[in-house]
């Protein structure tokens, strides 16, 4: 199925997310933006750098502008491409269809594999956090002669989380099952006052909003729209129907052939209510992480722990995990 660059007439007249145009300051200065057709959705991509390529996958209910304050810094060593997936930021919203397949992992993963297509780029590593870091999964599950490396920011795999909910993940994670809801009720509700819910969405327990500039929460809020709602709900719809059943139809036959790092924060819901290693060693054998001070936003609250960590792993060498 062919798939190509676009200009894209249909790309907004703002930045971030503008084709062909590069910002002259700001937390991203250096990356250029494109959209990029794929078989399934326009995605909105910035890239900066010279060196082995990087993918930068955001979580729910971010951008990629999530990876601003880490980016830079690694595109002196790396290509990096971060990109909204699909649903998310200025990337189109195609339909979910009947059974929500449209925003599937693997829809979203498809969505990269293309990407990296057109920029060249056969091998690559990914890095993700949350929703992204299971797109990440998926794509190294699904296609390991192209994923060289994965790192996963504040997860444990989708397996792991659904088959293990205990009372105290249920109250933190209320939204795993309120999104995937039949539409449009969550849609309805979230849509009322999209400012309060996004405040209420990234407040998490014990660490307030402060850890994020004021560029990155004026640039959530913009993309904080009735559809990009819709979409995100259509991706918890796709967790719950496909996305699990296909986990655990794999959970215990498969493993993730490339190297793995896992980062978490010691003050998230990951951290409180999972042992991430334990849950990553049942998917991996080359497998390498630990706790950091954080919440759920590593890459936003502590980029001198999550930079470094990357800079190490991806280079080949071993991380050193944090000491207080």
Known sequence: MPHTSSS??????????????????????????????????VINVATAGDGPPLVLLHGNPLTHFSWHRIASSLARDFTVVALDLRGYGDSSKPEGGEDHAAYSFRAMGEDVFDVMDVLGHERFAVAGHD?????????????????????????????????????????ESYHWFFMAQKAPFPEKLLSADLGYYMDYKLNKKGVGLQIFTPEAMAEYKRCATPEQIHAVCEDYRATIGIDFPLDTSQHGKAKLACPVLVLWGSNSHCGRHFKPIEAWGEWADDLRGYAIPTGHYPAEHRPDLVEPAFRAFFTGREPEPFAA
């Open 131 to 171: 929703r992204g870091a299971r797109v990440g999964f998926r794509m190294a599950l699904d296609r390991p002669e192209r994923v060289a490396r994965l790192a996963a920011l504040d997860i444990v795999p989708t397996y792991n989380v659904l088959s293990k909910v205990s009372l105290g993940w249920g109250m």
């Open 8 to 41: 894209g007439a249909d790309a907004p007249d703002h930045f971030p997310g503008t084709a062909g145009v590069e910002p002259a300051d700001g937390p991203l200065a250096g990356f250029r933006y494109r959209r990029i057709e794929t078989r399934g959705a």
